[in-house]
């Protein structure tokens, strides 16, 4: 069985985060091991951007959070494209499209099991 990378452009949404860290704890352990996310946050006014909080590892493969610094019409394609760039994974979930930007970002690490 492959790992899988799941990139998640995110929009000042956290109840969307709280939803899919409720479905993945419903994974079988071993699935969830596999399961590597990366969260790319576009450019979401400060009260409501994803932090290293809002993304627990539960047991996941890994999970890293990014952030765009400064707001673009393009950051949503940039995000998913960013997600893709940084897989570590040969097998990788998400909807690609636009181009790569020099957008400036900072990259959040939030190492599995040490948030």
Known sequence: ?????????????????????RVWLTYPDHLRGRLH???????S????RAEAHDCPSIGLG?????RCLEKRRWNWLFSRNLGVLQAETNSI???IAGSRSRVKIRMLRVACGAI
């Open 62 to 66: 890994s999970i890293r959070l990014f």
């Open 45 to 48: 006014p400060r009260d409501l």
């Open 37 to 43: 996310v990366i969260v790319v946050d576009d450019c």
């Open 93 to 95: 979930r998400s909807k």
């Open 1 to 21: 069985m492959r790992d899988l990378t799941l990139v998640l452009p995110y929009f000042s949404n956290k109840g969307m985060l709280a939803e899919h860290h």
